[in-house]
């Protein structure tokens, strides 16, 4: 079965650079949700989005800005990196129309940014 | 402050046993329980879910229980297999649009679960 695709699975910055983090949720799913993780630290909710508007915002700083697009796919955008960046992102989706179950979130990869 | 807490960093049970793994939770809000499985440089894998209108949902060796008075919730594995080794996250999700998931999950800290020989 198709799962959730993250791209790029790692990624190299410098401080102050930007990054586009890319992810493709499985067919049919609506709805899209981004997380941080940290070393040693439990996922970190930073903001969804159903149907191509923002759903509901965690704890994403406001450098960062993300987006889903017409095709469902979604991107994180990350401007003036710092070193506490380096991290972890998921991308997740879910069905939300099929209700309690919607809470289910399947969870890609990841992409592993590392910022210097 | 930490909403969903694994009280326990790491866990350790032999082979063909009982595995429990647990979940303390504070906010009342939350009305969805789910677990993940996970390996290092993977994501997290679902494994099961519970709603709070239940108090127990059962898939194959996985059953999770659920105490609501208490915001407690529980994962029984068994058999507890090799394969089984791995960071188990519990997680909580609040009451979202027209009661289907649009809220970010809260994760626990994890669990590491190493099953023996």
């Known amino acids: 079965a198709a799962g959730v695709i993250q791209s790029p699975r790692h990624l190299i910055k410098e401080k102050r650079e930007t990054a586009t983090l890319k992810c493709y949720p499985i067919?049919?799913?609506?709805?899209v949700y981004w997380y941080q993780q940290g070393p040693g630290q439990d996922p970190q909710f930073l903001i969804s989005f159903y149907e191509k508007m923002q759903s509901d915002k965690g704890s994403i700083p406001d450098r960062f800005s993300a987006q889903q697009f017409s095709d469902y796919h979604s991107e994180l955008n990350m401007s003036s990196l710092e070193l506490g960046d380096s991290a972890l992102y998921f991308c997740?989706?879910?069905?939300?129309?099929?209700?309690?179950?919607?809470?289910?979130?399947?969870f890609g990869p990841g992409t592993r940014l590392t910022v210097l | 402050d930490q909403q969903v807490k694994q009280n326990s960093p790491s866990l350790s049970v032999q082979e063909g046993r009982i595995s429990i793994l647990n979940c303390d939770y504070t906010?009342?809000?939350?009305?969805?329980f789910l677990w993940y499985k996970k390996y290092p440089a993977e994501g997290p894998t679902f494994l099961i879910s519970i709603s709070s209108i239940k108090d127990k949902n059962e898939d194959g060796r996985f059953t999770v229980f659920l105490n609501k008075s208490a915001k407690h919730l529980s994962l029984h594995i068994v058999p507890s297999q090799p394969g089984d080794s791995a960071v188990y996250f519990c997680a909580a999700a609040g009451r979202g649009y027209s009661g289907g998931g649009a809220d970010g999950l809260t994760f626990g800290k994890g669990t590491h679960l190493i099953i023996q020989p």
């Open positions: 906010n009342s809000m939350f009305d969805y």
């Open positions: 067919p049919r799913h609506d709805t």
């Open positions: 997740a989706s879910s069905l939300r129309t099929s209700g309690s179950a919607g809470n289910e979130q399947f």
